[in-house]
């Protein structure tokens, strides 16, 4: 990542225009090359968006009974409700509430033999009929827009366009997230909306959020960078992920983020996590992040030694040898920030993880 002091805004309507693609392209590699973080405009999912946003007032209004009969603990694949202060990231409780949802109707694994991560894939649970509908409908749209942006991102790297498709998970994810208000007076532990994190299911995050503010990346200086709400209110917030970062052997990295919690309004969000093939073993990520790497083009790059390093040790958990496949680095995820949920699906690997240090940031 370098100094960036903003964040770039990629139109995606001349991405698909021919006159202005070319241009589009080089202006979307230096976003991921150089921050990590875009805003897309015109991707064609505004109303769908605003549509959404103006359910989840009433939504979080429900009574808690109602939110809680879906709560996030029924559930081995941390689908479901998280009410506010259940979940922790970089060891400070987050002041948020949410519902994790996933691809909708998956065929359920019977076999008896699955690898334990595979579990993260399950049935949601759904607080209302009008809640299962919208969430039906938001992530059918957003699969195709999120595949059709991956194959620009394969085009701006100079590859083919198909080359990422094969990575491409069967889960994506949708969160409902609502940021209610935290005055100063509360103290310093409840200014955290969500700590510093990088996105760890997948490859690309689409986030719609609403006109409060809140969500800072961070550069290589140690600068929090705002990314504030556009006039365009229809554009969305697009970041790398922990799984493309891996599979580009780090060349792309996923940039940590935050949000700073609301003082005096509720703010509330709504990403989508493009997931990854949880099966990718360390060596197959090895294996294609050479692959990849080699064929990115780094000439017009002022420091190249700066991106080969990073091509070659990059600290990414999901490249560290701890795990045997992408599925297990991120059931760990799934562990560390819903600690209650893990304890009670996954207990013995709840215990090792949160007793050694190396799994717990
Ligand atoms: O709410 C936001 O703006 C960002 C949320 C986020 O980073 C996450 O849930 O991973
Ligand atoms: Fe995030």
């Known amino acids: 990542m370098s100094n ?28 991921i090359f150089l921050v990590g973080f875009l805003y897309l405009t015109n991707h064609g999912l505004e109303s769908l968006t605003k549509r959404a946003h103006a359910t989840l ?19 081995p694949s941390f689908l479901g409700y998280t009410h506010l ?22 065929p359920p694994s019977n076999n008896q033999t699955a690898p334990v991560w595979s579990r993260l894939e399950g049935q949601n649970q759904y607080p209302t009929p009008a809640t299962q509908s919208l969430v039906e409908e938001y992530i059918t749209s957003f699969i195709p827009l999120s595949n059709t942006f991956l194959q620009y991102v394969a085009e701006s790297l100079s590859l083919p366009p198909t080359t990422f498709d094969t990575y491409r998970g069967t889960m994506d994810r949708l969160k409902f997230i609502k940021y209610p208000p935290q005055p100063s007076s509360s103290g ?26 809140g969500l ?20 969305l917030v697009v970041n790398i992920q922990q799984g493309f970062e891996a599979i580009t052997g780090g060349v792309c990295s996923a940039t940590v983020h935050r949000v ?3 003082k005096s309004t509720t703010r509330y969000s709504i990403p989508f996590f493009m997931g990854i093939r949880m099966d990718l073993t360390l060596s197959n990520l090895r294996d294609s992040a ?6 990115v083009p780094v000439g017009e790059w002022s420091d190249e030694d700066e991106m080969k390093r990073r091509a070659e040790d990059v600290p990414s958990e999901f490249l560290s040898d701890r795990f045997d496949c992408f599925g297990e680095a991120y059931l760990r995820n ?10 009670k699906w996954y207990p013995e690997l709840y215990e090792r993880y949160s007793s050694d240090p190396f799994y717990l940031y």
């Open 4 to 31: 960036f002091t903003s964040v770039p805004i990629i139109d995606f309507q001349r991405l698909q225009d021919p006159e202005t693609k070319v241009e589009t392209l080089t202006q979307l590699r230096d976003a």
């Open 57 to 75: 007032p009433d939504l979080f209004s429900l009574p808690s009974e109602t939110k809680e009969r879906t709560n996030m603990i029924n559930s």
């Open 85 to 106: 202060g259940a979940e922790t990231t970089a060891l400070k409780t987050d002041m948020r509430e949410q519902f994790d949802f996933g691809t909708p109707n998956l």
């Open 188 to 213: 310093e532990n409840k200014s955290q909306g969500v700590g510093p994190h990088k996105d760890s299911t997948g490859l690309f995050t689409f986030l719609s959020q609403d006109t409060t503010g």
């Open 216 to 235: 800072q990346v961070l550069n290589k200086r140690g600068d929090w960078i705002d990314v504030p709400p556009l006039e365009d209110e229809g554009a």
């Open 260 to 262: 700073v919690a609301p």
């Open 290 to 295: 050479r692959h990849i790497v080699e064929k």
């Open 334 to 343: 799934r562990i560390i920030s819903h600690p209650d949920v893990g304890k």
